[in-house]
């Protein structure tokens, strides 16, 4: 059985994800500790694309939320998309990092705990990249009702995460055991964090998001990505079909 996630460590993932804001990009590019050869890093950039071209087609519109926006790969998408982002990050050094990397006068930046935020408005779509892996499965549920109580009925929803996959992550971390939910994550100067990471069972994950209000598909790459694409339900539609 997984055990529940201590509160103080989501305290701790804030910190780090404050502390790794200048090398999280070293991540997504493959650099430094997650450079893992040629083949390898060939094959996630092949991913990556996928990942963007599925992204790309949903083609969103109006005001759109993003949560956990990071340093900005999806904002950016966003901002020639939509009419306007708000993009919601417990990191300030993130969100300065997002401004930097993406002008417009069309995003709104927002510092705020997502385990304690709530929408102030409702938008025409939501996007997190990377965030559903820091929700441990007792919260999954909730969060994700939190979240459809900002979309409209009909807006579209993406989310992408990684699979459990070794080379994903930097060659100095271990990934969790199938009943843990903490890992140790480290940053270049060897300071080590616990932090929050689930590798949610698709299925699962699928059921829950449903439940919540949201009609999703997930898919995955080959080696590296799942990705959920869908829309906001109209209120009690999957109930009255199930």
């Given at each position: 059985m997984?055990?529940?996630?201590?509160?103080?460590?989501?305290?701790?993932?804030?910190?780090?994800?404050?502390?790794?804001?200048?090398?999280?990009?070293?991540?997504?590019?493959?650099?430094?500790?997650?450079?893992?050869?040629?083949?390898?890093?060939?094959?996630?950039?092949?991913?990556?694309?996928?990942?963007?071209?599925?992204?790309?087609?949903?083609?969103?519109?109006?005001?759109?939320?993003?949560?956990?926006?990071?340093?900005?790969?999806w904002?950016?998408?966003?901002?020639?998309?939509?009419?306007?982002?708000?993009?919601?990050?417990?990191?300030?050094?993130?969100?300065?990092?997002?401004?930097?990397?993406?002008?417009?006068?069309?995003?709104?930046?927002?510092?705020?705990?997502?385990?304690?935020?709530?929408?102030?408005?409702?938008y025409?779509?939501?996007?997190?990249?990377?965030?559903?892996?820091?929700?441990?499965?007792?919260?999954?549920?909730?969060?994700?009702?939190?979240?459809?109580?900002?979309?409209?009925?009909?807006?579209?929803?993406?989310?992408?995460?990684?699979?459990?996959?070794?080379?994903s992550?930097?060659?100095?971390?271990?990934?969790?055991?199938?009943?843990?939910?903490?890992m140790?994550?480290?940053?270049?100067?060897?300071?080590?964090?616990?932090?929050?990471?689930?590798?949610?069972?698709?299925?699962?994950?699928?059921?829950?998001c449903?439940?919540?209000?949201?009609?999703?598909?997930?898919?995955?790459?080959?080696?590296?990505?799942?990705?959920?694409?869908?829309?906001?339900?109209?209120?009690?539609?999957?109930?009255?079909?199930?």
């Open positions: 997984t055990s529940s996630v201590p509160a103080n460590v989501f305290g701790e993932m804030i910190a780090y994800y404050r502390a790794r804001a200048a090398e999280y990009d070293q991540w997504w590019n493959r650099q430094g500790r997650y450079n893992r050869g040629a083949d390898l890093n060939d094959r996630w950039f092949r991913e990556r694309q996928q990942v963007y071209s599925a992204f790309d087609a949903i083609a969103f519109s109006g005001h759109v939320l993003e949560l956990a926006p990071g340093t900005g790969t904002t950016r998408r966003l901002a020639h998309m939509a009419d306007s982002v708000t993009a919601i990050d417990a990191s300030p050094e993130m969100l300065e990092l997002n401004r930097a990397n993406v002008a417009g006068d069309n995003i709104r930046r927002i510092v705020a705990d997502l385990f304690e935020w709530s929408p102030d408005r409702i025409d779509g939501v996007v997190f990249g990377f965030w559903i892996s820091h929700v441990p499965a007792e919260r999954l549920a909730t969060f994700l009702q939190t979240v459809a109580g900002a979309v409209r009925a009909g807006g579209p929803i993406f989310f992408v995460d990684g699979l459990k996959e070794p080379s992550t930097a060659a100095d971390h271990v990934l969790p055991k199938e009943t843990e939910q903490i140790t994550r480290n940053l270049n100067d060897g300071r080590a964090f616990g932090i929050v990471k689930c590798f949610h069972d698709l299925r699962a994950l699928t059921d829950i449903n439940d919540a209000g949201f009609q999703i598909t997930v898919k995955t790459t080959p080696t590296y990505f799942y990705y959920g694409i869908g829309t906001r339900t109209i209120q009690g539609e999957l109930h009255e079909h199930k």
